[in-house]
C-alpha cells in the first residue's frame, strides 16, 4: 500500500523521469503561448477582414523607388521592389564594410604608433565615434550634405559632365546590355583564376624549394578571361551623358546623399570598433614574436606579414564577424533618412497593402538568413586562421 | 638561487632606475622627431589639431551669437546659443506639462543619484536591492502621476531625457533576468531546452532592433486578447526587453563558461543540486565576470534607444530634432542641435565607460601574475 503510493512520487526523484520532465513542461509551454497568440492573431485579422498570404506579392507596386541596381518602375510588382530593396541593402552594406575594414586598420594602427600625437588623435577618433549613437550621426551627415553641397539649379561641376549638388554626385554612365554582364562575369572569373593560379605556384616553390618567376603566370590568369570575352562578345560603348534640366538631372548613374551618409555614418562608426579589435589584435601578440623574428634576421615588414599578423587574425577574426554583422543589421537605420533598402521598401509596402504580418516576416527571414550566411562564411575563415593544435 | 620574491624585487629596482640625466630631453623629443617620417607625423597632426581647435573656438566662441532670435541666428555663422536656451527644456522633456517639469527632473536625479551610489564599491550591499526595488516606483508614480494629488500625465506626453533613460534601464532591468534565464537554458543538458533558447537568442541576435521595435509596435497588439490594449511606449519596452534578454544572455554564457570545471564537480561532490550549485556556487563567480561587459551593454543599449524613433516615439533625439523642425528655427539652428544631442550622450557613455574599465580592474581577483606586455 505505502509502496505502489510512494512510488510515483519516488519516480519524481529520478533523475532521468525528471529531465524528461522538465523538457516536456518547457515544449509544452511554449507550444501553448505560441498556440494562444496565433489564435488571437487569426481571430483579429478574421474580424478586421484582412486578408492573410502572399498573393500581394504579385500585384504591381506602385511606388517609385530612388536608387535601383536592377531595372524597375512603378508597374513592377512589389516582389520585385522587395529584390530592389534587398540588393540596396547589400549594396550599401559591402561598401561600409570594406570602408570601416580600411579606416578601422589604419586608426588601430595609429593607436599603437610611437608618436604620441598621432596615438591621441586616434584615442579621440575611436572615443567620439563609439561614444555618440549612430543614428545621431546619420542625422548629422545627412543634414551637413544637405547643407553644404548647392541645390540642383546650381549644381558644380568639377569636371565636365559631373554634377556635384545637393541630390547626390551624377556621374556619366555605359549603357548596359548582357555583353557587359558577360564581361563582368568574365573579370570575376580572371580574378579568382588568378587568386588559385598564385596560390598553386606558391604551393609549388614551397614544395621545390626553387624560386621561379610566378608574374607571367598569373596576369595571363587574371587578364586572359577579361580580355577573351571582349573579343568574343564586342560590347559597346555607349555613353549615357547627365542631362542638366531645370529641377532635376536626369541620365547618367547617381550616388544619392542617403547613400553617401548612411555609407559614411555606418563605414565611420563601425571602423572605432575594428581600430580597438586590431589594437587588441596586434597588442595580444608577444614582444618576443617580434625578438624572434628580428633574431632570424626577418625585417620589419616581413615580421609583421609573416609573423605577427598570422598571430594576430586569430584574435581579430571572431570580433571583426560581430562588427561585419552588425554593420549588416545597422544597415537597416537607413529608413531614418530614406535609403530605399529592404526595411524601408516593406514598411511602404506595408502602408499600402496593410499585410504587415507578412512583410516583417519576410524582411526577417531575409536578415537572418544572411546573418547566418555571414557568420558560416567568417566560420569557415577563422577555422583557417585559427591555431592548429595537436 | 634566489626566490622568485628576491627575483621580483631586482627587477622592479632595475625598471624604477631613473633615465640618465642627460639625455632626459633627447628621451622626451624622440618619440615626436626620432626619424623624418615621425617629425612629418608630428607636424602633421599639430596641424590637424590647430585647425580642427581654431575652427571649434571660432565656431562656439568668437563667432557665436549670444543673443537676439532666429533672425540674428541666421545672419551670424557661428554657433546659436539663443536656440538651446529657447529650446532646451523642450529637448530635454519633451510634450510634458510645462508646469510639470519638475517631476521628470526630480525622477532623472533619483535615477542618476541612485545610479550613482550604486557604482559606489563601499556602497555594494544587498540594501541595494531595495534601493532599486523603490527608485523605479517612485520614479514611475511621479512620471505618471494619480498619486499624492499629482495630475496624471498619460505616457503619450513622455519623452526627451527622461524616456530614454527609462527605455534603456527598464531594457537592461527586466532584460537581466530574461538573459540569466535563457544563457542557463542554453548551456543546460536537456536537448529540448537547449534548443528552445538557442532558437530564440540566435533569431533575436540575427535580426535588427529596428525589425523588433516594428514587430511590437504591429503585432503586439494583435497578439493581445480583446479588450487589452498596449501603449506604444510599452511596445517598444517590450522589443528593448526581448533585445537586451538576447544579448545579455550571450555575455552570461561566456561567463558561465569561464567559470573552471573543478567548480561543478566541487559542488556535485559536496552533494548540492542544480539549482542550489548555480546559485551559490556558479552564478556568483560568473556573474561577477561579466560585470563590466554588461555595463558596456548597457552603453549600447541607451545610445540603441534612440532608435524608438522610427516608430514615432519621442525619445531624446527626437525631441531635439523637432526642436530643430519648429517653424521660427527651421534649417538654422542644425548643428547646434546635433551637437549639444551628441555631447549629453557622450558624456553618458563615456562615463559608464570609465566605470566599465574601473570595474574591470577592482574585480580583477584571479591572482594573475603574468607581466602586462
Known amino acids: ?135 545621431l550621426y546619420l542625422f548629422l551627415w545627412y543634414a551637413l550634405i544637405v547643407a553644404v553641397f548647392p541645390p540642383v539649379r546650381e549644381a558644380w561641376q568639377p569636371l565636365p559632365e559631373v554634377f556635384l549638388s545637393n541630390g547626390g554626385l551624377i556621374v556619366p554612365s555605359l549603357r548596359w546590355s548582357p555583353a557587359h554582364t558577360g564581361v563582368l562575369v568574365a573579370v570575376i572569373l580572371g580574378i579568382v583564376l588568378g587568386f588559385f593560379t598564385a596560390s598553386m605556384l606558391r604551393r609549388r616553390r614551397v614544395a621545390s624549394g626553387q624560386s621561379e618567376t610566378a608574374w607571367p603566370l598569373i596576369l595571363v590568369a587574371l587578364l586572359g578571361p577579361p580580355l577573351l570575352a571582349i573579343l568574343l562578345l564586342q560590347p559597346d560603348l555607349v555613353v549615357n551623358w547627365p542631362e542638366k534640366g531645370r529641377f532635376r538631372i536626369t541620365g547618367g548613374v547617381q550616388v544619392t546623399p542617403e547613400f553617401t551618409a548612411l555609407l559614411v555614418g555606418l ?13 587588441a589584435g596586434i597588442l595580444s601578440v608577444g614582444r618576443g614574436q617580434w625578438e624572434a623574428a628580428r633574431a632570424v634576421g626577418l625585417r620589419d615588414r616581413l615580421t609583421m606579414r609573416l609573423v605577427v599578423l598570422p598571430q594576430a587574425l586569430r584574435v581579430i577574426v571572431p570580433p571583426l564577424t560581430s562588427s561585419y554583422l552588425s554593420t549588416f543589421k545597422n544597415s537597416s537605420l537607413a529608413i531614418a533618412i530614406g535609403y530605399p533598402d529592404l526595411v524601408m521598401v516593406s514598411n511602404t509596402t506595408m502602408n499600402q497593402t496593410g499585410q504587415a504580418i507578412e512583410g516583417i516576416a519576410i524582411f526577417m527571414l531575409v536578415y537572418l538568413s544572411m546573418s547566418i550566411t555571414i557568420s558560416l562564411f567568417m566560420n569557415w575563415y577563422n577555422a583557417r586562421v585559427a591555431l592548429v593544435e595537436r | 638561487m634566489a626566490s622568485v620574491a628576491e627575483m621580483e624585487t631586482l627587477n622592479l629596482a632595475r625598471e624604477d632606475l631613473p633615465p640618465p640625466r642627460g639625455r632626459a630631453l633627447t628621451a622626451r623629443v624622440k618619440p615626436f622627431l626620432g626619424t623624418p617620417m615621425n617629425a612629418v607625423i608630428t607636424l602633421a597632426c599639430l596641424w590637424l589639431m590647430y585647425r580642427l581647435l581654431t575652427a571649434a573656438w571660432g565656431w562656439l566662441v568668437t563667432r557665436a551669437v549670444l543673443e537676439g532670435g532666429p533672425q540674428a541666428c541666421k545672419a551670424g555663422s557661428g554657433a546659436c546659443w539663443p536656440f538651446l536656451a529657447a529650446k532646451l527644456r523642450f529637448m530635454i522633456f519633451g510634450f510634458y506639462p510645462y508646469d510639470e517639469h519638475w517631476r521628470p527632473a526630480l525622477a532623472v536625479a533619483l535615477f542618476l543619484g541612485a545610479m550613482i551610489v550604486s557604482m559606489i564599491p563601499r556602497f555594494w550591499s544587498r540594501r541595494l536591492l531595495w534601493l532599486w526595488l523603490a527608485v523605479p516606483v517612485i520614479c514611475g508614480a511621479l512620471m505618471y502621476g494619480g498619486v499624492f494629488g499629482l495630475p496624471v500625465v498619460s505616457t503619450t506626453n ?45 533569431v533575436v541576435r540575427g535580426v535588427p532592433l529596428v525589425s523588433i521595435l516594428f514587430m511590437a509596435s504591429v503585432m503586439l497588439p494583435l497578439f493581445m486578447p480583446d479588450g487589452i490594449t498596449v501603449d506604444k511606449l510599452l511596445r517598444a519596452q517590450t522589443a528593448i526587453i526581448i533585445f537586451a534578454g538576447a544579448y545579455i544572455a550571450e555575455t552570461v554564457r561566456g561567463g558561465l563558461q569561464a567559470v573552471p570545471k573543478g567548480q561543478h564537480e566541487a559542488a556535485a561532490a559536496l552533494g548540492l543540486g542544480y539549482w542550489l550549485s548555480m546559485r551559490k556556487i556558479i552564478l556568483p563567480q560568473a556573474l561577477k565576470i561579466v560585470i563590466p561587459p554588461l555595463v558596456n551593454i548597457f552603453i549600447g543599449f541607451f545610445q540603441d534607444t534612440t ?33 549639444f544631442a551628441a555631447l549629453v550622450y557622450a558624456l553618458f557613455s563615456y562615463g559608464m565607460g570609465s566605470y566599465s574599465r574601473f570595474l574591470e580592474r577592482r574585480l580583477k581577483t584571479d591572482h594573475d601574475r603574468s607581466p602586462a606586455h
Open chain 2, 158 to 202: 513622455w519623452g526627451g531625457l527622461p524616456l530614454s533613460f527609462m527605455l534603456s534601464s527598464v531594457g537592461l532591468a527586466f532584460g537581466f533576468p530574461l538573459g540569466v534565464v535563457l544563457a542557463l537554458a542554453r548551456s543546460s543538458k536537456l536537448p529540448a531546452i537547449q534548443v528552445i533558447a538557442i532558437i530564440f537568442i540566435e
Open chain 1, 1 to 135: 500500500m505505502a509502496s505502489s503510493a510512494s512510488s510515483p512520487v519516488r519516480l519524481l526523484y529520478d533523475v532521468r523521469v525528471r529531465a524528461v520532465l522538465y523538457q516536456v513542461v518547457a515544449v509544452a509551454f511554449v507550444v501553448g503561448v505560441g498556440l494562444y497568440l496565433f489564435g488571437n492573431v487569426s481571430r483579429k485579422l478574421a474580424e478586421q477582414n484582412i486578408a492573410t498570404g502572399f498573393a500581394y506579392l504579385s500585384r504591381p507596386a506602385g511606388f517609385v523607388i530612388s536608387q535601383s541596381f536592377i531595372s524597375y518602375d512603378s508597374s513592377d510588382t512589389y516582389a520585385r521592389a522587395l529584390l530592389v530593396g534587398i540588393f540596396n541593402t547589400i549594396w550599401v552594406s559591402i561598401f561600409a564594410v570594406t570602408l570601416s575594414t580600411l579606416l578601422g586598420l589604419l586608426v588601430g594602427i595609429a593607436r599603437l604608433s610611437r608618436n604620441p600625437l598621432l596615438a591621441f588623435l586616434a584615442l579621440i577618433y575611436v572615443e567620439a565615434l563609439r561614444n555618440v549613437p549612430l543614428l
Open chain 2, 307 to 339: 532608435l524608438v524613433t522610427i516608430i514615432g516615439l519621442l525619445d531624446f533625439l527626437d525631441t531635439v530634432r523637432a526642436s530643430l523642425r519648429d517653424p521660427n528655427w527651421q534649417g538654422i539652428a542644425v548643428m547646434e542641435g546635433y551637437v
Open chain 1, 267 to 279: 563605414g565611420l562608426s563601425a571602423s572605432a570598433g575594428i581600430a580597438e579589435v586590431v589594437r
